[in-house]
């Protein structure tokens, strides 16, 4: 069964970091692309990183690009977040998720992505 697992939201001061994972389980990790996804109250669900199975390609959505860093642990069933010079309009539920099937990478489309896991939330004030 596969599972996701979020963990290391909370709240802080515009400017500082924090530092998402996601722990994933219930199958062969490193064989699918993953993904980082945030919603904020009363907005669409966004994407904000993806990575290859492979971690040789990553995407970030323009509102994140050059602060947020994806990244995979070494035995790739952790997936990291490094979230860098945060905003107020950062504050949201931030998801993992797994791609559907092996070799469907969406990027920050969430089409293709089936799996997802419950969320961390992480509030940034001003």
């Known amino acids: 069964q596969v599972r996701l697992v979020e963990s290391g939201g909370g709240s802080v001061q515009a400017g500082e970091s924090l530092r998402l994972s996601c722990a994933a389980s219930?199958?062969?990790?490193?064989?699918?692309?993953m993904g980082w996804f945030r919603q904020a109250p009363g907005e669409e669900r966004e994407g904000v990183a993806a990575i290859t199975a492979s971690g040789e390609t990553k995407s970030y959505s323009d509102s994140v690009k050059g602060r947020f860093t994806i990244s995979q642990g070494n035995a790739k069933n952790t997936i990291y977040l490094q979230m860098d010079s945060l905003k107020p309009e950062d504050t949201a539920v931030y998801y993992c998720?797994?791609?559907?099937?092996?070799?469907?990478?969406?990027?920050?489309?969430?089409?293709?992505?089936?799996?997802w896991g419950q969320g961390t939330q992480v509030t940034v004030s001003s």
């Open positions: 219930g199958y062969d990790a490193g064989d699918y692309c």
């Open positions: 998720a797994r791609a559907r099937f092996v070799g469907m990478c969406t990027n920050l489309a969430d089409y293709g992505y089936g799996y």
